[in-house]
């Protein structure tokens, strides 16, 4: 059944080609001092960073750049944001990449006026911010996280080996975001499928719990069902604008809290992921690939009536004659399938993981209730052994 | 494809048993004087009268009162309303009701402050307010309208028997909803059927558009199997929080923009539902239900792809070895089927209209452009002859 849950969710979104035309409109409605946050310089080749900027000393802003946020924002990075903000009195920060950027530009937002260990406060207890917050907007170039309309943010700490993610209250969701297809189209072809992964596994991390049969399941099969229809065609044309628009729009829906309403949630397979994320520093969407079928595998037995569900409504098997169990493994079997034909990394050995490490792996795994099984340290290193 | 969108939609919804606990707290964001608005008295019966009146004594507030607004409300009903919130210098609207309460006070908001001749304005022209808009609060007791979470308004003109719906700009929106489906569980039958059939129609009416297989339509998808789930099990046992849970939020996201994302909508079977409830005052959902199927068989051939589809995915139709049109047409047969067992009224007849209203029907029903078929008045009547 549904449980009771609050749902808000007020970033205003720009969807389609040339929605940038509508940031000046944005930007007026925010102070005069602008921190400019981007990644490793994408967006200067692909010509979007002088369409922002140009349309910023348009609006007659004074501009700081915070440059070089990497795909795992690191804390070190993230102080030396706040440092610049800080310096810069920052009215408002404009992230310009994709959910890596977004995620970082959350975290300044929330740290700019906060006293103290900003790590301990936010990413070991879980406070929400107390302070005044610098509002984010973000110019979205890559898609797969849902940044861009929620409030978590993950940071990793290179010192402890803790990636750890925080969804803050709403009140630190982007403004806006401006969501323009066509930005993600010069992407290479592994961070287009790592973020078609991601996206897909978002959705299994708010599907896989309860037994019944609510609308937050149904809408999630939905958006699955899209996503499969559309990352077969961009696998195969990847300037497909019209599969690339769906993608993007169904990675908005996969994260923005809406599937998770009403539900228990664990999100085991990131919290796998993310260690084999700090240790490796691997794509996060390939992160998640390499350890989701041995994760899955293991859970089945646990939730078998939806891993039944999955298979028959989101991938197509026929239950006619079968045991559940068998419809249900049929069902994992679809879903590597179509895992292997995007070419996804489906082991952490190809990330830089061994044998080696699986100690210290789950170690950096946090262990999660809400979903099927709350997973042993014993069951966490045999997943992360059948993930080799 | 996905055409371009703007999406925003900041309300806050407290979902579930005892949700109106949230109410004190967001009264707090607001000025002294409300306006509470409700309909005919079935509050005080169920209690939820005194819960909302204790919440607003304890708070402080002072309370001027509109009650009495019918299913369909009317302009001179909406002209007290206006007079009553100016005579209050209304800070806050509270809508404690269903779909036509909220429509209500969202008409009033738009009002108080407003100069000139409302109906022309806002229902003939179609404006959108400059005024100061007076904000919303909703304590929902009856679902189908997804009016708690959209900009929507509908109101009737007894004089020109015009029933017209404007939706206005996303600073209408209720501030905020509360949905505590245990309310809805004293409707009587006859207006949870019809509530259901008003909800199913809302994402029919956004699903048949375009040919392609966009987002937007495998949310619909999902959101109207979520509803075939619920319905048939509310049908049978009308107290199951469950089922009832599940249908106050698929009605809620029904209706509150997002499945219509990138679509173009013509909302031909409103257009003449609302013709016959202007002339009828039947329920509205009833309304829809009596013209669906003969609009639908109308414009089934020019529409074949999603006919197609929406009999697959939505009705489990088997396709193999049928032809488009086959399957098409075999998926409304499923569609009257569910219909017939909620006991929905079917024909228009029972609703009060006959032969000789046919012309007149068809004189205030909106020919709007955005589906498969853009109707001729010979094509109305028929559609009207049909549904006798």
């Known amino acids: 059944m549904l449980g009771n849950f609050t749902y808000c969710n007020p970033t205003r979104l720009y969807f389609g080609k040339d929605s940038l035309e509508n940031l000046e409109d944005e930007l007026k409605k925010y102070g005069k001092n602008v921190v400019l946050i981007y990644g490793g310089g994408s967006i200067k080749k692909n010509g979007i960073y002088d369409q922002v900027t140009a349309i910023l000393r348009k609006s007659g802003k004074a501009v700081a750049e915070i440059s070089g946020v990497m795909p795992n924002p690191t804390l070190k990075k993230l102080l030396e944001g706040v440092e610049i903000a800080r310096a810069h009195k920052a009215d408002f920060l404009l992230a310009v990449g994709g959910g890596s950027v977004c995620d970082y ?112 399941d149904y809408i999630a099969e939905g958006l699955m069902r899209s996503l499969l229809h559309s990352s077969r065609i961009a696998n195969k044309d990847m300037l497909d604008y019209e599969a690339r628009s769906n993608i993007m729009w169904t990675a908005t829906w996969a994260l923005n809290t809406l599937v998770a309403c009403g539900k228990s949630t664990d999100w085991m397979v990131h919290m796998l992921g993310q260690a084999v994320g700090a240790y490796t520093n691997a794509t996060h969407g390939m992160t998640l690939a390499a350890v989701s079928l041995p994760y899955y595998r293991h859970i089945l037995p646990y939730g078998i009536h939806k891993f039944k569900r999955f298979a028959v409504n989101v991938w197509g098997v026929d239950p006619a004659g079968k045991s559940d169990e068998e419809v249900a493994k049929q069902g994992l079997e679809e879903m590597e399938k179509w895992m292997r034909e995007l070419s996804l990394v489906m082991n952490i050995t190809l990330l830089g993981a061994d044998e080696s490490m699986i100690e210290k792996l789950a170690d950096s795994t946090l262990v999660m209730t809400g979903g099927y099984k709350v997973l042993s340290r014993e069951e966490i290193c045999e997943i992360f052994r059948e993930s080799l």
């Open 105 to 216: 530009a959350k975290a300044v937002s929330v740290s700019v006026h906060c006293k103290g260990d900003i790590w301990d406060k936010y990413f070991v207890k879980f406070f929400e911010p107390v302070c005044e917050i610098v509002p984010v907007g973000c110019v979205l170039t890559m898609v797969g996280t849902g940044s861009e309309m929620n409030a978590g943010s993950v940071i990793t700490n290179t010192d402890t080996k803790m990636k750890v993610g925080h969804v803050f209250n709403d009140s630190v969701m982007p403004k806006f975001a401006v969501l323009d297809p066509t930005y993600t189209l010069t992407l290479p072809h592994y961070q287009m499928v790592a973020g078609i992964y991601d996206i897909f596994n978002h959705i299994c991390e708010q599907y896989f719990s309860g037994e019944d049969d609510n609308t937050s």
